[in-house]
């Protein structure tokens, strides 16, 4: 794997796959898929590849971890008909997702570091003498009710039903989820952002567990972020050998 490739040596698919630990068949479908340039034949039929054949291998393999299978099987693909503009559009969409990635993130703690921490330690199966009806809940929030029902079907609160009344009741875990909602919203967060902080809080019963999943969350935006850049290496060198 380590051993340098001489521009004229000829390579068979099984060269190619055991310094990648790849099987035959990976390769060739890597080829059929327009991964690989078009391999020459023998006249008895079999595939033969050479050197720009295992930096192409090389530059698409660097490409997945940052990009993923698919977007490094387009990217690869544009190269092989002959866009490469296509393959430039193509890695700016990840570096823009990555981007909305990392800003997404800090919305989140921006959101966490702004609620208050009380407001989110109870308990999601605590219920009791702190009950609420809706009404009363709507005007201690300084909201109309109907708002609350909104946020129901938005999944941001979830009240049980008083079996005899109908009525919706709220537990402090549900008061919890209200006062988490009302203060994302005058913070300007979507309801569509907001439902899955409020259910990773009822999940980690708190912020404290989220911190970890925040510090993990940031660790593999840094690796992505990496590997893109390990990429776009491999295939700058893999396109400088085509030209």
């Known amino acids: 794997m380590g051993q340098k490739l001489q521009s004229g040596e000829r390579l068979r698919p099984v060269d190619l796959a055991r310094r990648h630990g790849l099987s035959t068949q990976a390769v060739r479908n890597y080829e059929e898929a327009g991964i690989l340039p078009a391999a020459r034949r023998t006249p008895h039929g079999y595939r033969t590849y050479t050197p720009l054949h295992a930096e192409a291998l090389r530059a698409f393999l660097a490409l997945v971890p940052g990009h993923g299978h698919r977007m490094a099987t387009s990217i690869m693909r544009s190269v092989h008909q002959g866009t490469p503009e296509e393959a430039f559009r193509l890695i700016d969409e990840s570096h823009a997702q990555l ?17 208050d921490p009380a407001v989110v330690s109870v308990p999601s199966e605590v219920s009791g003498s702190a009950d609420r ?17 909104k946020w129901e079907r938005a999944g941001l609160v979830r009240p049980r039903r008083d079996p005899q009344t109908g009525y919706r009741v709220y537990g402090q875990a549900d008061v919890r989820d209200a006062r988490m909602a009302h203060q994302l919203r005058r913070g300007g967060y979507l309801l569509e952002q907001i439902a899955p902080l409020i259910d990773q809080v009822r999940t980690a019963h708190g912020l404290e567990p989220l911190e970890a999943a925040l510090r993990d969350w940031h660790g593999r935006l840094s690796v992505r972020g990496r590997a893109m850049l390990a990429g776009a290496a491999e295939l700058e060198a893999y396109l400088r050998r085509r030209e």
């Open 133 to 149: 009806f809706i009404g009363p809940l709507a005007k201690d929030l300084g909201i109309r009710p109907a708002t609350l029902r």
């Open 99 to 115: 981007l909305d990635d990392r800003r997404t993130l800090r919305a989140v703690e921006r959101a966490l570091r702004d609620l």
